[in-house]
């Protein structure tokens, strides 16, 4: 094993992979003799709670393929056995502060910018997951990609190890190559300490894509056989409308998924009568703001290359939000209602190692009852990679009606489609040191054609001490994203923030400091918000951590606004359009130790609020019976006060959340959402038995009763119920 060292002081560590005729037993034994002559990937380096020495739990990995499959086998020490590892379930695709595991990333095209993830813990639970935008922030690795692999594990004295098979058809790859970027980081549960095979700085995620070494191959990867994954589904269901008085109706559907993969590194997706009844409903949050809250998406068909799609923009403007498709809008009510989507495909992958491609086309249902005709999405991006790391890509969006018209959102007005194209420049420093981005969007619709932009640029620096950024953004009054997520239009803003970190040698934290945000909003009326926030953050050794803010802010309403977002329907209040407030506030946070059997959360802020007051309190407790599962209780008090003739009012938020994992194969989740704002009790059971890879079999029971504090005797009148039986199985042809 050598290293290499390129500019900007970045060493390269390289490990060699050969090919193999020898049959491998995925056991997590490491025990056959292929294992023996392989010259493995070690000498971590700890990333926390230092970076500057070796890690004292260190890893072994080995690498060998045959024409099938990469096999990786891997063998971590265990500095005190006596001592239980820190497992969160039996659940795949686990995530959390110090949790065991030793994960994967792969990065075939050496774009860093993105990968795969693949990881397993000592139990041999697996995760897999996608990196994107370089890994640089917590929300670039989702685990919410799934497909097939093997692996499994082993404890021994005084170590653990594991052996994975990935099929070469699982992942994209270019033919011919012969260099892939890797990395792996460790997670050590009971020491408490991280650490990664090529050097990461503490002050990046582990799996920051611009720090991996080089997997070095024998020889050029050839073009591998047919590559088509055929995953049909059956469901059905039973569903009922109380509030609507309809009779019980039985729901029965039947289609699927087909993956063709074109060459190594371009793929071609295709549906047909999706149902994604056994997506996970999501979280409820206390909405006092505003604006709509942003939902990540989870729907597998949408997740592969998805930030060649959805990352254009910034977080309030984004032109495209892959959840607008089979999700529509009731004009008669304002509320999203489902809408059915007959088909479509997504063309997706690397023309070459510097460019990428995607294409999107999607076809959703007529719904009469909310005279919705038939809509057709399209959207297409390429993304060219310049310098070392940077790329330049551009996008189109096109949502068209062919037999009819629909309601336009922002201007309310019969439309027959809605277009939007832009340019984004995205900037990444070899070392992450300097990143950020810049970009111009422009709708395209007959109403009002003037004002249809949205520009924005930012500038990260980010050192061991040091985070400096700076945001601006101008989004034009008519600038029309109908597929995208667009908080407001008709606003400019500036939003600049900085933050420093100590770095004590010894103690019980590890690193502490100040920061600020200064947010500013503005139009052609002048100022309509502004936030003055200075915090502190500290992050102790343990894995807790707690912040304290100070928050100076100004509102200026350019819409009538309820504060408590539940006004009395018969007699409603709104603070008045036009109307400016000044008020201050404070925030606090305190996480303990996830590691523990038990943990909790504390959040509490107060202060004036418009022009009255907001306490909130928002404590959340898990007991964790490991390796069965967990029991986890949230609960959020909002109590707002305004002067009369305002509302005032106490929002509720209760959660319990019930995770079991019996098995690997075999999930069960239970919780309710018990939330005062929207009068609603929500229960929700999801049973998962995976009984092949990337196969399962779901049974998901969904119940909302009324609940209301107003009304007593309305109260737990039942409103919808819901029982859905669906089973997929992933066929390779």
């Known amino acids: 094993m050598t290293t290499t060292v390129i500019a900007q002081e970045i060493s390269r560590k390289t490990v060699n992979i050969s090919e193999t005729e020898a049959l491998i037993n995925i056991d997590g034994h490491l025990d056959e003799a292929v294992w023996k002559n392989i010259a493995p990937a070690k000498d971590f380096y700890q990333t926390f709670p230092y970076d500057s020495s070796l890690s004292d739990t260190q890893c072994e990995i080995r690498f060998t393929y045959d024409k099938n499959n990469i096999y990786i086998g891997a063998r971590c020490n265990d500095l005190d056995p006596s001592k239980k590892f820190v497992i969160l379930s039996k659940r795949r695709d686990f995530r959390g502060p110090g949790i065991e595991s030793l994960n994967i990333l792969l990065d075939p095209f050496q774009d860093q910018t993105n990968a795969y993830a693949f990881g397993l813990n000592p139990l041999g639970v697996q995760k897999e997951g996608l990196v994107a935008n370089g890994g640089n922030q917590g929300g670039d690795l989702s685990l919410d990609w799934d497909n097939k692999w093997k692996g499994e594990s082993f404890i021994g004295d005084g170590f653990w190890s594991f052996e994975m098979a990935i099929p070469f058809k699982t992942i994209r790859f270019p033919e011919g190559s012969s260099k892939w970027y890797f990395n792996a980081y460790r997670v050590d549960s009971k020491t408490n300490e991280r650490a990664t095979w090529n050097r990461v700085p503490r002050n990046f995620r582990p799996y920051a894509l611009s720090y991996s070494g080089e997997l070095i191959w ?58 994604f009844s056994q997506v996970e409903v999501d979280k409820q949050v206390t909405n006092v703001d505003r604006f709509e809250i942003f939902f990540p998406e989870r729907r597998q068909f949408f997740l592969e290359n998805a930030d060649l799609f959805a990352a ?37 992958g690397k023309l070459n190692n510097r460019l990428r491609v995607g294409l999107l086309n999607m076809q959703a249902a007529e719904d009469n009852e909310i005279q919705l005709p038939s809509i057709n999405y399209t959207v297409a991006a390429v993304q060219q990679q310049v310098f070392s790391r940077s790329n330049i890509s551009t996008f189109f969006i096109n949502k068209q009606s062919f037999n009819g018209t629909y309601t336009d959102k922002l201007f309310e007005e019969p439309v027959s489609y809605n277009r939007v194209l832009g340019i984004d420049y995205n900037l990444a420093s070899i070392t992450n040191t300097w990143t950020g981005k810049i970009f111009y969007h422009q709708s395209f619709q007959k109403q009002k054609p003037a004002d249809q932009y949205s520009h924005g640029a930012s500038l990260r620096y980010s050192t061991q001490k040091w985070e400096v950024e700076w945001n601006h953004a101008m989004i034009g009054e008519n600038y029309n994203a109908e597929v995208g997520f667009v908080k407001r239009t008709n606003i400019n803003s500036i939003t600049p923030k900085i933050a420093y970190k100590f770095y004590p040698k010894s103690g019980k934290v590890n690193n502490h400091g100040p920061g600020s945000d200064i947010e500013y909003f503005w139009n052609s009326g002048g100022r309509t918000d502004q936030l003055i926030r200075l915090s502190y953050d500290v992050r102790f050794q343990n894995n807790a951590n707690a912040r304290i803010s100070y928050n100076n802010r100004y509102t200026k309403l350019l819409d009538d606004f309820d504060p408590t977002r539940t006004p009395d329907e018969d007699n409603p209040i709104f603070l008045p359009a036009g109307s400016g407030y000044q008020y201050q506030s404070y925030w606090m946070r305190f996480e303990s130790d996830r590691r523990k059997i038990f943990s909790y959360e504390l959040k509490h802020s107060g202060g004036e609020y418009y022009n009255g007051t907001r306490y909130e309190y928002s404590p959340s407790a898990t007991y964790r019976f490991q390796p069965f599962g967990s029991l986890t209780l949230e609960y959020s008090l909002n109590r707002i006060k305004l002067p009369l003739p305002y509302p005032t009012r106490n929002i509720h938020l209760i959660g319990p959340r019930l995770d079991l994992t019996l098995t690997k194969k075999l999930f069960l989740t239970n919780f309710m959402q018990f939330n005062t704002q929207n009068e609603n009790v929500n229960i929700n059971a999801r049973l998962q038995w995976r009984f092949k890879p990337a196969s399962d079999i779901f049974l998901v029971y969904t119940d909302n009763y009324m609940f209301s504090f107003e009304d007593p005797n309305s109260n737990w009148m039942p409103r919808t119920r819901a029982l859905v039986f669906k089973m997929t199985y992933w066929l390779n042809l």
């Open 312 to 348: 254009f923009g910034n977080d309030d403007a984004r032109p495209f939000f892959s959840r607008r498709i089979g999700v529509a809008i009731d004009t008669s009510t304002g509320s999203n209602v489902q809408n059915k989507i007959y088909g479509g495909f997504r063309l997706n």
């Open 218 to 275: 024998d020889k050029p990867l050839p073009k591998p056989g047919s590559n088509i994954s055929v995953i049909p589904f059956v469901s059905s269901g039973l569903d009922k409308d109380f509030e609507e008085g309809t009779a019980t109706t039985f729901q029965k559907a039947i289609g699927g998924d087909v993956k063709i993969a074109l060459t190594p590194s371009m793929n071609l997706d295709l549906t047909l009568n999706p149902d």
